[in-house]
């Protein structure tokens, strides 16, 4: 059984920081990258950002780039969201996820990990 367990949100003024984490647990068969989306109400969940293991390359949806940051620990199947000049628009649950070698893995896209954290919420006040 793979759990996720991610930490880390809560309220901040627009401008302010938050700094999300995610440790993975169980067998993960073969962790090839981690990821986090997020999702407001009402909306679909989308791609934030996320880390893959071989190479160590880094993608980022444009709403965030220059803002947060990913950063991650492949052999603690670790991965942290550092979250700086946080926006209204920011606020959603956000979701931690692992991809592995069960399915194609798409850094950016829902459908490419396996596993899923339950999420944690961020909310920015204007």
């Known amino acids: 059984q793979v759990q996720l367990v991610e930490s880390g949100g809560g309220l901040v003024q627009a401008g302010g920081s938050l700094r999300l984490s995610c440790a993975a647990s169980?067998?993960?068969?073969?962790?090839?990258?981690m990821g986090w989306f997020r999702q407001a109400p009402g909306k679909e969940r989308e791609f934030v950002a996320s880390?893959?293991?071989?190479?160590?390359?880094?993608f980022y949806a444009d709403s965030v780039k220059g803002r947060l940051t990913i950063s991650g620990d492949n052999a603690k199947n670790t991965v942290y969201l550092q979250m700086n000049s946080l926006k209204p628009e920011d606020t959603a649950v956000y979701y931690c996820?692992?991809?592995?070698?069960?399915?194609?893995?798409?850094?950016?896209?829902?459908?490419?990990?396996?596993?899923w954290g339950q999420g944690t919420q961020v909310t920015v006040s204007s």
């Open positions: 996820a692992v991809g592995s070698s069960r399915k194609p893995f798409f850094p950016r896209s829902v459908i490419g990990y396996s596993y």
């Open positions: 169980g067998r993960t068969f073969g962790s090839l990258g």
């Open positions: 880390i893959t293991w071989t190479g160590g390359s880094e």
